[in-house]
């Protein structure tokens, strides 16, 4: 890996995140117009908003990194654009790499936003520090880049990417504890959960509202967190090819 050509594939694909503000709404401002929207519902009962709205902060970033990853690294496997790249000296690794640092950098963005605002605009009741819940939502954001880059390899139009949701979001969504304590549920789906990755984020977050001090248990729930993104990305990086089937 060439970190000059690194740099170059993120400094690209921010170029052209620049040139389409969609884009940028989805990923900014997407995920705080729906906390607040949270917050209007449960109106009547804040302690209800702190248990779902610190779940939902580990769960929208996720969400809206893969929909937008996912597109955008189809366009460009589609395009020829990945073929052209990786017929240059560039490795598979600096393409990867490239491309999380940039969706990454964008990341960090959502992450203190919607953090930002759920804790000292939405007055979020957490025992813990905000900045565990930025770091496991920015954790959350990378991970929902990494599942958008590898199921990208697996669609041929930007239609199929989107029902790629229902098959690896939407599960977890059902299955990480925010309708129900996961060890109440089924045997079954609860050891299904058990290898979901937005199973810990979620876990991760709840460990944040309930204890003043880092856990054990919120140290494990962000560090399955973070390998969960480093293998997919390891794996994204195994679907590149330097053809374009």
């Not at 690194?6 to 705080?32: E, G, K």
């Not at 936003?113 to 990378?142: C, K, Q």
């Amino acid at each position: 890996m060439n970190l000059s050509r690194t740099l170059a594939t993120t400094r690209r694909v921010l170029r052209q995140l620049s040139h389409d503000p969609r884009t940028i709404a989805l990923l900014l401002f997407v995920p705080c117009a729906l906390l607040v929207l949270l917050y209007y519902v449960f109106d009547a009962s804040p302690r209800s908003f702190d248990g779902i709205g610190s779940s939902l902060l580990g769960i929208f970033p996720l969400v809206t990194m893969f929909l937008v990853t996912s597109i955008a690294t189809l366009r460009e496997r589609t395009s020829g654009t990945l073929e052209r790249l990786l017929s240059m000296p560039l490795g598979k690794g600096d393409l990867i790499i490239g491309y999380a640092l940039a969706f990454g950098l964008l990341a960090v963005v959502q992450a203190a936003l919607a953090t930002g605002l759920a804790v000292w605009a939405l007055d979020l009741d957490i025992a813990g520090s905000p900045w565990l819940l930025l770091l496991v939502a920015l954790l959350d954001a990378l991970l929902g880049t990494a599942l958008g880059l590898f199921v990208s390899a697996f669609a041929a139009s930007e239609f199929q990417a989107v029902q790629f949701m229902p098959a690896v979001i939407f599960p977890q969504i059902l299955l990480c504890g925010l309708f129900a304590p996961r060890d109440t549920m089924q045997p079954v789906l609860e050891a299904v959960s058990d290898v979901l990755p937005m199973s810990y984020a979620v876990d991760g977050m709840n460990e944040v509202l309930r204890n003043t001090s880092v856990t054990g248990d919120f140290v494990r729930d962000a560090v399955v967190v973070a390998g969960c993104a480093l293998l997919v990305l390891s794996l994204g990086a195994a679907t590149l090819h330097r053809r374009t089937s």
